[in-house]
């Protein structure tokens, strides 16, 4: 038995046959001229195309966005046409030449100051590694039964075609929690490790592994007696989520306990998982990893998805909050040494104008179908609010003039700066509800980067300065009868929860994996606040004492 230390990117755990993932290598290929590689790389882009648009259709399909952002990259100038320039002008063969145009595109994303474009990487070279498998004939299909896949990379076309059902878990070389491989495991739930060094070295097909990211770690090959013992633990796992599942979504709670969002296919099962609704949907995943912006229709699409799925229940769709750590390429915005306090959120918005009336038109669109509310990112002043009104009048004379039908939202604010909750009352009147963003909240109050290394000790979303932000924006909504909810980490955090609640917000919004968990420990802290109150109000009435 060997056990190795990796890193999680999804948690959870598993236990399984190895299904060894042998991304196109290549070593030993035969080059042919440069017209017969061209056509290898077209047959294996068709082919690759087919079985996406193949996936995208079914209705199990967990992510059909992050497959539409895959199919942008494969077919896009950058790549594709890279490749096959390269085939024809310098005579490479169609492997080398798909790998070489994926290392062009990371050198210039390895430049990028955010950890998470950077992270992009792994996305094309996984996406590079199974063109190369169907160029040179090693694409993986379903394996007989499900199983942990384990390989060098991995990429989001991959896991699709061997079926996500075959999958207990996953385990790679190299990786980032932020992947979109990364991304389809914790949407599905699938336990995901990476960083195991020589992985086709260490881990062969059939071999027995346990993946514990408890303890960040992958064992290979234990005794007969340990794969039984984590057999039973796996199954037990599985029982107990499902039953909690069962359970949670039967509780009644007052805090309204929403689900967040990345794109509009997650919706599809929140309301059987027990979620009163979507608290936040992050819209700008529908414009980053592509190469233009998404149009109107595309847009309308989506919104309308997640608001049909939700049955009548809010469906709170935030406007692009893109810039710092999410950039959209396509866009070219100017770099900026500090863009946490650059051009993001709702200044992106207001300056390139014509993005924001289109994602408006298509909000205002889809709202027909259900109950859609707008919510604002980095908000600092009053004025910005009465922008978007204007912005909201505009595209809804626009549908007027096309006879388009259309209904417009309620429109809410995010409360992710300091400015916003020392302004609160005045934002209060204008806005239908306020959503605070802790994650930024925690950034700005305590001047510490969200995404710099090595800061962790100093964020610190439960430091009395942000929980007394949330306190002055819960009061400022209060007094101005508007609801409020979290949509920020903190929210999902069993620490915060009481303190959260005893401040009074209305509304926790959390990832659906943590929906269970949330909704049942909100029900014990309601219990418990109660109980203590009519304990109160007994001791009270027994201390009134009468005139004699
Ligand atoms: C937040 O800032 O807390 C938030 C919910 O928004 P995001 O994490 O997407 O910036
Ligand atoms: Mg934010």
């Known amino acids: 038995m060997k056990q190795y230390e990796c890193k999680t990117a999804q948690a959870g755990f598993a236990v399984g046959k190895a299904c060894i993932v042998r991304s196109g290598r290549t070593g030993d290929y035969q080059k042919e001229t ?46 594709l046409g890279e490749a096959s320039r390269r085939i024809r002008e310098e005579n490479l063969s169609a492997p080398e030449a798909v790998a070489q145009a994926a290392e ?46 384990a390989g060098t990379e991995l990429s989001p076309g991959e896991i699709m075609m061997i079926g996500t059902d075959s999958i207990l878990g996953i385990l790679t070389e190299t990786g980032s929690p932020t992947s979109h491989v990364s991304v389809i495991a914790g949407n599905l739930g699938i336990p995901y490790l990476y960083g195991l060094k020589d992985l086709l070295k260490k881990v062969k097909d059939g071999d027995n592994l346990i993946l ?7 064992v290979i090959n234990p005794p007969e007696e340990t794969i039984r013992e984590a057999e039973l633990r796996q199954a037990a796992a599985i029982k107990e989520r499902s039953e909690q599942r069962m359970r949670a979504a039967q509780i009644n709670t007052r ?73 959209a390429l396509w866009l070219k915005m100017p770099r900026e040494i500090n863009p946490a306090l650059g051009l993001r959120g709702l200044r992106v918005s207001l300056e390139y104008r014509d993005l924001f009336r289109t994602q408006l038109r298509a909000l205002l669109r889809a709202s027909v179908h259900g109950n859609i509310r707008i919510m604002i990112p980095m908000i600092t002043s009053v004025w ?29 604010v995010m409360i992710e700066t ?9 934002l209060a ?24 290394k090595g800061l962790d000790p100093y964020f610190d979303p439960m430091h009395d300065a942000v929980l007394r932000m949330i306190e002055l924006a819960t009061e400022a909504a209060h007094k101005n009868n508007i609801p409020v909810g979290i949509c920020g980490e903190l929210a999902g955090d069993p620490q915060a929860a009481e303190r959260l609640i005893r401040i009074g917000v209305d509304e926790l919004s959390v990832s659906a994996s943590k929906l269970t968990r949330v909704r049942s420990m909100v029900a014990d802290i309601e219990e418990m606040l109660d109980k203590k109150n009519t304990q109160k109000n007994a001791q009270n009435a027994q201390e009134i004492h009468s005139p004699a």
Do not use: W
């Open 104 to 149: 062009k595109i990371c050198a210039v994303l390895q430049n990028n100051e955010s950890d998470y474009i950077r992270e992009r990487c792994e996305d094309i070279r996984g996406l590079a590694s199974g063109l190369n498998s169907l160029i040179i004939g090693s694409m993986p299909s379903a394996p007989d039964s499900p199983c942990i896949l």
């Open 418 to 426: 300091p400015a916003a909750v020392m302004i609160a009352s005045d």
């Open 255 to 327: 805090t309204v306990i929403c689900a967040n969002i990345s794109c509009a296919e997650e919706a599809d099962h929140l309301l059987e998982t027990g979620a009163d609704g979507i608290g936040l949907f992050r819209s700008e995943f529908l414009f980053l990893d592509r190469p233009d912006a998404p149009s109107e229709d595309e847009q309308f699409e989506a919104y309308r998805h997640a608001a049909e799925a939700m049955q009548g229940h809010e469906t709170v769709i935030r406007t692009m909050d893109i810039g710092s750590d999410k950039q």
């Open 212 to 218: 514990n990211t408890e303890e960040d770690s992958v």
């Open 384 to 412: 910005e609010v009465e922008e978007v009104e204007k912005e909201i009048r505009i595209a809804a004379e626009e549908l007027d003039q096309r006879g388009v039908r259309y209904r417009i939202p309620e429109l809410g």
């Open 429 to 452: 009147k204008k806005a239908r509800f306020f959503s605070i963003g802790t994650n930024d909240l925690t950034q700005y109050t305590l001047a510490v980067d969200r995404e710099a």
């Open 34 to 79: 440069p017209a017969a590689e061209n056509a290898k790389l077209e047959k294996a882009v068709a082919e690759m195309n087919r079985k996406l648009s193949a996936e995208k259709e079914k209705d199990s399909s967990a992510d059909k966005a992050l497959i539409d952002a895959e199919m942008m990259i494969l077919n896009g100038e950058d790549f």
